[in-house]
Each structure stands twice: as structure tokens, then as C-alpha cells.
T-cell receptor
Framework: AQTVTQSQPEMSVQEAETVTLSCTYD???????LFWYKQPPSRQMILVIR??????QNATENRFSVNFQKAAKSFSLKISDSQLGDTAMYFC??????????FGDGTTLTVKP | ETGVTQTPRHLVMGMTNKKSLKCEQH?????MYWYKQSAKKPLELMFV???????ENNSVPSRFSPECPNSSHLFLHLHTLQPEDSALYLC????????????FGQGTRLTVV
């Protein structure tokens, strides 16, 4: 069975600064996929970024990037130049090759003006 | 908008009532999911359907009854619920493969009185 752990229930960051959200996972699989999702207050959950485990290069999407450490089973999300609109709950998720997903408990991020 | 629509957005029901939640997607996805989101457990998978067949039931009480008449529609029938069932119920869909993300609806905020 897969487990996903987000050890920071809540975090805050000043606008324009950088913040890193941590995520660790446990699996015996070799091929899998990792995702970060964002759920803004009262809005739909959307994908932020994804990483294929077979790729060594860390994924980036504009101000969002990941630090994927396969051996350590770590998948942190870095948000650069934080904006007020980044305030949301962030979920780390793991997916097997067959599509079975496991989500972490989430980290609530508040960006302060 | 993610392409996944849930109705109603809000629902208040008594413990003896019977109601249904509806989820609809026209993204051509093969898999649909029901999640429960509450303060106690931020994201809890309830049911998974692949090609209209239920492939996962995470020990959900029988007072929750899912129905998937086709790949585009998913229902959650509710009867004799308890106050602790009050939560946000999220529907999601995906291609059903590991490398594809889930698309979430806005959720139904359920209150059981």
C-alpha cells in the first residue's frame, strides 16, 4: 500500500517570497507518478504540477517547481514569488501506473500581503 | 472550470431523508471517483468506477450508495445519514491511467441535521 505524508498542516509566507511545501511517500513500486494539487478557498481543486518517477529532471511550471528525490521518496513543492492568489490548500498525491491514487492530508498555505 | 460539474452545490437533509448527489463530466474520461472532505480527514477516497464498473469501495457504510449508469455520470445516493456525515463531497474523473491527473468538481457541501 502507498502512503503520502505532508508534515506541515499549515504554512504562511509573505507575498513575493519563496515557500517550500514538503511531501514524502512510501511505495514499493518503481514506476509511478506524483502530483501537487491546489484547492483555493471555495473553489475547485486543480493540478499544479506533475512528475514522472522515471524522469530525473525536476518538473517546473512557471513559479512552481518540485524537488524530487526518488531515493529519499521526497517530493517537495517550491513556490517562488508568492502571490495572494496562491493562498490555498495544497495536496500531494501519488499514483500507480494503473491509476490508483493516494493523497496526503494537505497543507494550508496562506500568503500574507 | 475543470469540466466536472456537481449538483447540488449545497444540501441540507434530515437523518431520515433520502437524497442524491450528481456528478457529470464530458471530458471523455473512463474513471470517476467520490471523495469525502472533512476537517477530520482532508481527502478520503470513497468509491472508484472504471468503465462504469465499481473497482474500489473503501469500507464505506451502506447508507452511501453509488451509481454509475455511464462513463459520464456518477451519483451518490444518501439515506439515513448521521450528523458526522456532514462534509464536502467531491467528485473527480480521470483517464484512469497513472500519468493523468484527476479533474475535480466543485463539490457538494452536505449538512445532516
Amino acid at each position: 500500500a502507498q502512503t503520502v505524508t505532508q508534515s506541515q498542516p499549515e504554512m504562511s509566507v509573505q507575498e513575493a517570497e519563496t515557500v517550500t511545501l514538503s511531501c514524502t511517500y512510501d511505495t514499493s513500486e518503481n514506476n509511478y507518478y506524483l502530483f501537487w494539487y491546489k484547492q483555493p478557498p471555495s473553489r475547485q481543486m486543480i493540478l499544479v504540477i506533475r512528475q514522472e518517477a522515471y524522469k530525473q529532471q525536476n518538473a517546473t511550471e512557471n513559479r512552481f517547481s518540485v524537488n524530487f528525490q526518488k531515493a529519499a521518496k521526497s517530493f517537495s513543492l517550491k513556490i517562488s514569488d508568492s502571490q495572494l492568489g496562491d493562498t490555498a490548500m495544497y495536496f500531494c498525491a501519488f499514483s500507480t501506473n494503473a491509476g490508483k491514487s493516494t493523497f496526503g492530508d494537505g497543507t494550508t498555505l496562506t500568503v500574507k500581503p | 472550470e475543470t469540466g466536472v460539474t456537481q449538483t447540488p452545490r449545497h444540501l441540507v437533509m434530515g437523518m431520515t431523508n433520502k437524497k442524491s448527489l450528481k456528478c457529470e463530466q464530458h471530458l471523455g474520461h473512463n474513471a470517476m471517483y467520490w471523495y469525502k472532505q472533512s476537517a477530520k480527514k482532508p481527502l478520503e477516497l470513497m468509491f472508484v468506477y472504471n468503465f462504469k464498473e465499481q473497482t474500489e469501495n473503501n469500507s464505506v457504510p451502506s447508507r452511501f450508495s453509488p451509481e454509475c449508469p455511464n462513463s459520464s455520470h456518477l451519483f451518490l445516493h444518501l439515506h439515513t445519514l448521521q450528523p458526522e456525515d456532514s462534509a464536502l463531497y467531491l467528485c473527480a474523473s480521470s483517464q484512469g491511467r497513472g500519468n493523468t491527473e484527476a479533474f475535480f468538481g466543485q463539490g457538494t457541501r452536505l449538512t445532516v441535521v
